[in-house]
């Protein structure tokens, strides 16, 4: 079966892969023009992604800081105030679920699906299963969910999703070791080329996590270290470029690391990886905020986009844009108004942080709180408790999902 994007093959001679190098696209695939369309119309001007695919588990960590119980009724009422805050898809372009999100509705009726594409936003779902100790390294993971996931894919897709997420971490502190970069860019890698099979533009996401004391440097390097590997196993495995958007973290000192570094610095180390390792035929860099406040990842955002980049360079923030929303909302109906402003506030400057526009002399100082956790995880795919253990041989916390 002729399944190959290139005229080359990994079973073929070195020789004449190198040969074939720019061969024509011998068969094109069913969902090709598709991922390609819906890649950039995430990636397009002045809108980024809301990320709001925190698990049960996660989203409950969330409704318990402002003390409102983790109920299925209490986690649809938050999202349908994200999703339906007025003209949020002037700003937004796509919102990543969760799978119990993606087959919500809102009170009156209407699915989150239907209400998502109405506002000309994408929806979009994670798909990875959360992460695990991987045996024999430094106390790193690997994430899981290749097993079935062509099929869950293909029922997302039935069900309104275009877009996908898995999210894979990188720990300097922990080294990291080779094996667990490889396995991270791998299993990337082989998702990526599941979701383009089943029509969803895949979201590649090697998060560097922000834990440590290394500087910016040693930031860039493993930063340019996992994205080699990652675009060497997706090429691989015929992921087409143009249907892919990456989630990369910014390229920063680590969070104990004593030189801290201004957005010019981070934009400048930033672009630099991405310039040194991305493709331009990679439509959209879709950075998370990975614990930075509200301000400082959009100011970085805003330093990036002060002169025009080969590819859209935009947001896909979770904690940043959710933040103060969740601390303004309080699970009372009556402050869901005044929620959704303080929402579509952050995806405003983020829109024009996306267009090197934004002007922070308009901000409170609830967007200059720092986010950051140490040793921050997600319990991604159980509802129940997320056992914390600290490991004695590395600075990072594993866990456990007690399911
Ligand atoms: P943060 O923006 O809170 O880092 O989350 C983004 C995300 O979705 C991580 O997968």
């Known amino acids: ?101 993606l087959y919500q509705s809102t009170k009156a009726g209407q699915t989150f699906v239907e209400l998502l594409n109405e506002s000309g936003i994408v929806p979009g779902i994670k798909v990875d299963k959360g992460l695990v100790p991987l045996a024999n390294s430094n106390g790193e993971s690997w994430c899981m969910g290749l097993d079935g996931l062509d099929k869950r894919c293909a029922e997302y897709y039935k069900a309104g999703a275009r877009f996908s997420k898995w999210r894979s971490v990188v720990s300097i502190p922990a080294g990291p070791s080779m094996i667990a970069l490889r396995d991270c860019a791998y299993g990337l890698a082989r998702y990526a080329a599941i979701a383009q099979d089943a029509g969803l533009v895949p979201i590649v996401e090697p998060e560097v996590m922000l834990d440590g004391e290394q500087d910016i440097d040693r930031c860039l390097e493993v930063q340019e270290a996992i994205w080699a590997e990652t675009f060497k196993y997706m090429a691989d495995n015929k992921v087409l470029f143009e249907g892919i958007l990456l989630k990369p973290a910014m390229v920063t000192p680590g969070a104990d690391c004593k030189v801290k570094s201004n957005p010019t610095q981070v934009a400048e180390y930033t672009l630099k990886m991405l310039r040194r390792r991305v493709p331009p035929a990679v439509p959209g860099i879709m950075f998370l905020s990975g614990g930075q406040s509200e301000l400082e990842s959009t100011l970085n955002l805003n330093a990036m986009n002060q002169a025009p980049n080969p590819w859209h360079v935009s947001f896909s923030y979770a904690r940043a844009l959710q933040n103060t929303v969740l601390k303004t909302w309080q699970g009372k109906t009556e402050n869901v108004q005044i929620a959704q402003e303080a929402l579509l506030k952050r995806a405003k400057a983020n829109s024009l942080a996306q267009q090197g526009k934004y002007d922070a002399s308009g901000e409170g100082k609830e967007a200059g709180a720092g986010m950051y956790e140490k040793g921050y995880v997600y319990c991604e795919s159980c509802i129940t408790n997320v056992t914390v253990m600290f490991d004695m041989l590395s600075p990072i916390k594993k866990f456990t999902c007690n399911t």
């Open 1 to 101: 079966m002729l399944k190959y994007r290139l005229g080359s093959s990994l079973n073929q001679p070195l020789s004449s892969r190198t040969f074939s190098r720019g061969g024509l696209v011998v068969k094109a695939l069913k969902y090709d023009e598709e991922l390609i369309k819906t890649a950039h119309k995430i990636a397009s001007k002045g809108r980024g992604i809301l990320a709001m695919d925190e698990s049960n588990a996660t989203c409950g960590k969330r409704l318990d800081s402002i003390g409102v119980e983790n109920t299925e009724e209490n986690r649809r009422a938050y999202r349908e105030l994200l999703i339906s805050a007025p003209g949020l898809g002037e700003y937004i372009s796509g919102a990543i679920l969760f799978e119990e999100t």
